[in-house]
């Protein structure tokens, strides 16, 4: 087992190393005006496709989307945790998204290499620490499910 300041510099060496920005607002355009929407908080969160769009569901509340890149938008805003949120227009939603994305998996493969090296223990503290500093690493801890 590590020690706690240990642990703490893994997370700050994996918070720079990762570069993984505050989703949405590292990502959207600060020059641009945005709406906003509420969205419903929750536990439960998932996508799912239908024939002419995508549902995103928050413990069994439906939003519906015709486009993917608006339903995954909020759907990361929603396993962050936000109850309100600026919205892109759809291009600029779409450039957010494969910008957020490839952090997201650059941030997503350093965690899952330090995961094989520590104590399951240890490991929660870290998650527990980079979600503090940043929420929107609840998104790779939700998608593996930790």
Not at 15 to 30: A, I, Q, R
Not at 47 to 60: A, C, F, P, Q, S
Request: hydrophobic share 35%.
């Amino acid at each position: 087992m590590m020690d706690d300041l240990f642990i703490a510099r893994h997370a700050e060496s994996v918070l720079k190393e990762t570069k993984l920005g505050h989703f949405p607002k590292d990502y959207l355009n600060s020059e641009n005006e945005y709406g906003e929407i509420e969205i419903p908080t929750g536990q439960d969160i998932f996508l799912y496709r239908e024939t002419e769009g995508v549902n995103l569901v928050i413990d069994g509340r439906k939003m519906y989307f015709n486009e993917r890149q608006m339903a995954k938008y909020c759907f990361y805003c929603a396993v962050i945790g936000y109850s309100k949120i600026k919205i892109p227009n759809v291009i600029e939603a779409g450039e957010v998204i494969r910008n957020f994305e490839k952090d997201l998996q650059n941030a997503s493969s350093i965690i899952m290499e330090l995961r094989k090296k520590m104590y399951i223990q240890d490991f929660y503290k870290l998650k527990d620490i980079l979600e503090e500093r940043n929420p929107t690493y609840k998104i790779i801890f939700y998608e593996w499910g930790d």
